[in-house]
């Protein structure tokens, strides 16, 4: 055989290997599943769920929004009549809580896997707004019932915002939209911007729009187990499919 046959050989059979190395090669594990994008945007629309419940169901206190709720505080403060003090003190303390929680979990989980770490938190979600529910379910007028779902739902809440806040994907928040909006606006083409942003942007406002009136539909024909059960079920499904990629 002549050298450059040699040669040729010897250059089909380090293709070969390559092509066997690159065929055996392990997919990125953080990779499989549905991205953060799309989870995060579900997780707007249950804050939706979730802010329906507390405002229409529980008093006037929001559990998800605590801009909101540093304003109802204000307002119940002052005596302004469907507004109450210790109801919004219960959700503030639980939401603190909660977003201690978050941050611990993170510290421990967050230098590892963000595809577990966000299961595992979105799993924990899942329980408690289970549990919530449940209470609704069997004692839906007892005065305790209005206390627990306040604090359990703005723990979760306070978890997830934690969680996806050391997530660090922009412009979803999937709690509070004034910063989204205001982004939306100031960085559009109409303000001399590019845009970019905006599809995610639009996405995030229908989202937690969508969420608001699917939750105050339910609440205002089924009372409030219903769109709890719903928004468990939901977060339920995305901690099973929730990947670590954005």
Sequence with gaps: ????????????GDR?????TADTRTPDPEARGLRLVPVLLALTVVS???????????EHVFTANMTG??????????GAPGFSVSHTLTSLAAFLVGAVAGGRIAVRLGSGSRRTWA??????????????SVVAFAAPDATATVYTLIAVTAFAMGLRNATVRKLG?????????????TGL???SRAAGGSGHHSPRRTASVIAMLAGALLGA?????????????????VVGVLAVVASGRE
């Design 1 to 12: 055989m002549s050298s450059e046959e040699t040669e040729k050989s010897g250059d089909t």
């Design 16 to 20: 070969a290997r390559t092509d066997r």
């Design 48 to 58: 939706g769920l979730i802010d329906a419940v507390s405002y229409l169901g529980l």
């Design 69 to 78: 709720n540093v304003v109802v505080l204000g307002f119940a403060a002052a």
């Design 119 to 132: 299961r595992l938190t979105l799993a924990a979600e899942a329980v408690l707004v289970g549990a919530a």
């Design 169 to 181: 994907v922009p412009d979803l928040t999937t709690t509070v939209l004034t910063m989204t909006l």
């Design 185 to 187: 606006a100031s960085d």
């Design 217 to 233: 539909w339910l609440v205002l024909h089924h009372g409030l187990a219903i769109p709890l059960l719903v928004a468990a079920g």
